[in-house]
Protein backbone atom coordinates (compact mmCIF):
# COMPACT_ATOMS: atom_id res chain seq x y z
CA UNK A 1 0.00 0.00 0.00
CA UNK A 2 1.24 3.26 -1.28
CA UNK A 3 2.05 6.00 1.86
CA UNK A 4 -0.56 8.07 -0.14
CA UNK A 5 -3.38 5.32 0.44
CA UNK A 6 -2.46 4.98 4.16
CA UNK A 7 -2.71 8.10 5.10
CA UNK A 8 -5.68 8.43 3.50
CA UNK A 9 -7.51 5.58 4.86
CA UNK A 10 -6.79 6.73 8.58
CA UNK A 11 -8.05 10.28 7.29
CA UNK A 12 -11.64 8.22 5.83
CA UNK A 13 -11.88 6.63 9.60
CA UNK A 14 -11.92 10.02 11.04
CA UNK A 15 -14.23 11.06 8.50
CA UNK A 16 -16.45 8.22 8.48
CA UNK A 17 -16.67 9.04 12.40
CA UNK A 18 -17.39 12.88 12.08
CA UNK A 19 -20.57 12.21 9.75
CA UNK A 20 -21.68 9.82 12.25
CA UNK A 21 -20.67 12.55 14.84
CA UNK A 22 -22.57 14.96 12.88
CA UNK A 23 -25.67 12.79 12.50
CA UNK A 24 -25.64 11.87 16.05
CA UNK A 25 -25.61 15.22 17.30
CA UNK A 26 -28.58 16.37 14.88
CA UNK A 27 -30.50 13.45 16.40
CA UNK A 28 -29.76 14.19 19.81
CA UNK A 29 -31.19 18.28 19.78
CA UNK A 30 -34.41 16.47 17.79
CA UNK A 31 -34.74 14.44 20.73
CA UNK A 32 -34.50 17.67 23.58
CA UNK A 33 -37.13 19.76 24.49
CA UNK A 34 -34.46 22.51 26.13
CA UNK A 35 -33.40 25.19 24.26
CA UNK A 36 -30.03 25.70 25.31
CA UNK A 37 -29.23 21.94 24.97
CA UNK A 38 -30.66 22.07 21.03
CA UNK A 39 -27.92 24.95 20.29
CA UNK A 40 -25.93 23.10 21.79
CA UNK A 41 -26.16 19.65 19.58
CA UNK A 42 -26.65 22.36 16.47
CA UNK A 43 -23.36 24.36 16.88
CA UNK A 44 -21.70 20.36 17.94
CA UNK A 45 -22.98 19.36 14.33
CA UNK A 46 -22.24 22.22 12.62
CA UNK A 47 -18.55 21.85 14.53
CA UNK A 48 -17.99 18.13 13.20
CA UNK A 49 -19.32 19.31 9.48
CA UNK A 50 -16.36 21.42 9.06
CA UNK A 51 -14.00 18.82 10.50
CA UNK A 52 -15.85 16.59 7.76
CA UNK A 53 -14.92 19.54 5.11
CA UNK A 54 -11.34 19.56 6.42
CA UNK A 55 -11.26 16.31 6.52
CA UNK A 56 -12.21 15.88 2.87
CA UNK A 57 -10.28 18.25 1.41
CA UNK A 58 -7.25 16.94 3.16
CA UNK A 59 -8.10 13.38 1.52
CA UNK A 60 -8.33 14.64 -1.81
CA UNK A 61 -4.87 16.42 -1.24
CA UNK A 62 -3.31 13.19 -1.15
CA UNK A 63 -5.03 12.33 -4.55
CA UNK A 64 -7.26 9.68 -2.84
CA UNK A 65 -11.52 9.43 -2.49
CA UNK A 66 -13.08 10.58 0.50
CA UNK A 67 -16.16 8.51 2.02
CA UNK A 68 -19.20 10.15 1.65
CA UNK A 69 -21.19 8.83 4.44
CA UNK A 70 -21.11 7.62 7.84
CA UNK A 71 -20.65 4.27 9.51
CA UNK A 72 -23.14 1.12 10.14
CA UNK A 73 -21.94 1.46 13.47
CA UNK A 74 -22.25 5.06 13.95
CA UNK A 75 -26.35 4.42 12.31
CA UNK A 76 -26.59 1.68 15.43
CA UNK A 77 -25.55 4.35 17.46
CA UNK A 78 -27.69 7.02 16.91
CA UNK A 79 -30.60 4.56 16.82
CA UNK A 80 -29.79 3.54 20.16
CA UNK A 81 -29.56 6.93 21.36
CA UNK A 82 -33.64 7.34 20.23
CA UNK A 83 -34.53 4.41 21.65
CA UNK A 84 -32.81 5.07 24.87
CA UNK A 85 -34.30 8.69 24.98
CA UNK A 86 -37.68 7.37 24.12
CA UNK A 87 -37.81 5.08 27.49
CA UNK A 88 -35.98 7.02 30.22
CA UNK A 89 -37.70 9.00 32.76
CA UNK A 90 -34.90 11.92 32.08
CA UNK A 91 -34.28 11.79 28.29
CA UNK A 92 -31.99 14.79 28.47
CA UNK A 93 -29.64 12.96 30.58
CA UNK A 94 -29.75 9.83 28.85
CA UNK A 95 -28.95 11.68 25.45
CA UNK A 96 -26.47 13.47 27.12
CA UNK A 97 -24.88 10.32 28.56
CA UNK A 98 -24.80 9.02 24.95
CA UNK A 99 -23.24 11.62 23.85
CA UNK A 100 -20.80 11.98 25.82
CA UNK A 101 -19.66 8.71 25.40
CA UNK A 102 -19.79 9.33 21.68
CA UNK A 103 -17.10 12.35 21.87
CA UNK A 104 -15.01 10.30 24.28
CA UNK A 105 -14.72 7.39 21.25
CA UNK A 106 -14.36 10.04 18.75
CA UNK A 107 -11.40 11.31 21.07
CA UNK A 108 -9.87 7.99 21.76
CA UNK A 109 -9.75 7.64 17.90
CA UNK A 110 -8.11 10.76 17.31
CA UNK A 111 -5.69 9.92 19.99
CA UNK A 112 -5.20 6.50 18.36
CA UNK A 113 -4.53 8.21 14.82
CA UNK A 114 -2.31 10.55 16.29
CA UNK A 115 0.13 8.21 17.22
CA UNK A 116 1.04 7.47 13.28
CA UNK A 117 4.02 9.55 12.60
CA UNK A 118 3.55 9.65 8.72
CA UNK A 119 1.24 13.11 8.74
CA UNK A 120 2.41 15.84 7.19
CA UNK A 121 3.06 18.73 9.59
CA UNK A 122 -0.12 20.58 8.20
CA UNK A 123 -2.12 17.25 8.45
CA UNK A 124 -1.29 16.53 12.11
CA UNK A 125 -1.75 20.36 13.23
CA UNK A 126 -5.55 19.81 11.90
CA UNK A 127 -6.02 16.78 13.87
CA UNK A 128 -4.54 18.30 16.80
CA UNK A 129 -6.51 21.09 16.46
CA UNK A 130 -10.24 18.83 16.16
CA UNK A 131 -8.92 16.92 19.03
CA UNK A 132 -9.15 19.94 20.91
CA UNK A 133 -12.13 20.77 20.39
CA UNK A 134 -13.75 17.20 21.02
CA UNK A 135 -11.82 17.19 24.48
CA UNK A 136 -13.49 21.08 25.22
CA UNK A 137 -16.84 19.27 24.08
CA UNK A 138 -16.48 16.33 26.48
CA UNK A 139 -15.87 19.36 29.27
CA UNK A 140 -18.94 20.53 28.22
CA UNK A 141 -20.75 17.82 28.19
CA UNK A 142 -19.84 17.27 31.66
CA UNK A 143 -20.91 20.48 32.77
CA UNK A 144 -24.32 20.23 30.92
CA UNK A 145 -24.73 16.51 32.69
CA UNK A 146 -23.86 17.88 35.99
CA UNK A 147 -26.72 20.34 35.54
CA UNK A 148 -29.24 18.44 33.95
Not at 24 to 40: E, R, S
Not at 68 to 93: C, P, Q, V, Y
Request: net charge negative; no cysteine; glycine share 4%.
Amino acid sequence: MKYTEKISNKLNELLEKNYDAEKGYLNAADNVDNAKLKIFFKNRASERSLFAKDLRTEILSYGQIPENDGSFKGAIHRNWMTLKSLFSSNDEEAILEESLRGERASLDEYKEILKEDAFAPSTRKMLEKQQQKIQAAINLLMVKEELA
